[in-house]
């Protein structure tokens, strides 16, 4: 507080000018070695995660040493802020590897606490979830793995604003990779790799039952390599009351299931007003369809996707005639559709629709480098190169964040054409 003098018809009185409080940020260390007994500075660090998750506030860090940790949560009276996010930051060989004692079924588990970034993490054997978010918002989960938990690997509830990227989710026991439930507003699930799951690969369910508009609204699917899901059945990418939202840049391979689906079973109302761009599906011979679009979920926007599926008894696109209105579909790499459940070759599909004017028939070996060894770029003579609808309003890269800039024209499917003398090193398809 500053004191000033100031003068008033002959006499003087003092003025006291308040100064805006401080806060006081914190770096808190937890290390194997440490005490929760020490202040958890560098020096005297924290031992275990969740006597630091009791002490963050607002604009803190909480940086974790390698080691194996029990897991731990982070309640509302704890949370961040959108100008000052708390952070919990894994270093390299950072395990954890049982529930956090609060609830002793997930491994992070955020019960109401708004504004925290986790990342760096590897969570396993968790009964529930590797990662959880609830009841929150403005949090972001970046950069972890979790492997081989009960149900999912990364899950949220009612979780606005939250963003799910570059992790590693997989091999989750009963159920998801990561699953966005209730309702929602505009999740993002970004650049992530989701693979051997026991059901789907992301899920997003707007659940009516669980109160709430029932719908989840404005997501973004984007980037991310997902593969080896479904041995219970469930999609790559299942969307339940999802509406508004966009779906881009995806790679689907060796799914035991479907790819794509936009329905309405739990939620309040269809999948509606949807973009699928970009995308490249190739499923398995035991799959269903690559994209499926029924009971109800009209305006939907299918553009430069590759669609291919070693099902010959299924194929790249079923629609219920119900959902047509709105349709859009064109520019794809297409083998065969269905209307409700009456399959149609291409040209009996254009004439039933009048949809994919400029979609063709293809095959694996025509198209990419190597599929074999699940390599999905394009081949220098792959017939996707300049044959897409040019979408630069909506998004410029491709699944590995290069331009799609670079030429007047598009290429179908997640990669686009990379002109240089070789490949760059980015992400592709892999094996487990």
Request: charged letters at 15%; hydrophobic letters at 35%; a neutral charge.
């Amino acid at each position: 507080m500053t004191r000033t003098r100031s003068k008033s018809k002959g006499s003087r009185r003092l003025q006291f000018d308040t100064l805006e409080a401080k806060v006081v940020l914190s770096s808190y260390v937890v290390s194997p070695v440490g005490s929760d007994a020490n202040s958890g500075t560098a020096t005297a660090p924290f031992l275990t995660l969740q006597k630091a998750a009791y002490s963050v506030q607002p604009g803190d860090t909480v940086s974790v040493k390698a080691g194996t940790y029990q897991g731990f949560v982070v309640k509302s009276n704890h949370s961040g802020t959108a100008a000052a996010p708390i952070t919990f930051a894994a270093d390299p060989g950072v395990k954890i590897t049982s529930p956090n004692t609060w609830n002793n079924a997930d491994g992070i588990d955020l019960e109401g606490a708004s504004y925290i970034t986790i990342k760096g993490f590897n969570v396993t054997g968790a009964p529930r979830a590797g990662i959880r978010a609830a009841l929150d918002h403005g949090v972001v989960i970046r950069n972890n793995t979790t492997d081989s938990n009960g149900r999912w690997g990364i899950y949220s509830s009612f979780s606005d604003n939250i963003d799910i990227e570059n992790n590693i989710a997989s091999r989750s026991v009963n159920e998801h990779g990561i699953y966005v439930a209730n309702t929602t507003a505009n999740p993002v699930v970004r650049n992530n790799i989701v693979w051997g799951n026991a059901s789907c690969g992301i899920q997003m369910n707007g659940d009516a039952s669980q109160g709430g508009a029932g719908i989840i609204t404005g997501a973004l699917i984007e980037g991310n390599t997902i593969y080896g899901n479904g041995k219970l059945g469930g999609a790559a990418i299942n969307l339940d009351g999802v509406q508004d939202s966009r779906i881009d840049n995806n790679l689907i391979y060796n799914q035991l299931a479907a790819g794509i689906t936009l329905f309405q079973g739990d939620a309040a109302a269809p999948s509606i007003n949807n973009v699928v761009a970009n995308n490249t599906i190739s499923l398995a011979s035991t799959a269903k369809w690559d994209i499926s679009i029924t009971t109800g979920s009209t305006g939907a926007t299918v553009l430069n996707n590759i669609l291919l599926n070693a099902n010959t008894s299924r194929g790249s696109i079923r629609i219920d005639s119900n959902c047509l209105p709105g349709l859009k579909s064109d520019n794809n790499v297409v083998t065969q559709f269905s209307i409700d459940g009456s399959n149609k070759s291409l040209s009996a599909w254009r004439t039933s629709t009048g949809q994919d004017t400029h979609s063709f028939n293809s095959t694996a070996s025509a198209l990419f480098v190597n599929a074999s060894a699940n390599n999905y770029q394009l081949s220098s003579t792959s017939p996707a190169i300049s044959k897409a609808t040019n979408l630069s309003s909506i998004f410029t890269t491709d699944i590995l964040g290069r331009s799609r800039m670079s030429t007047a024209a598009w290429d179908i499917g997640a990669y686009a054409y990379y002109y240089g003398s070789t490949y760059p090193v980015g992400r592709i398809g892999a094996s487990h």
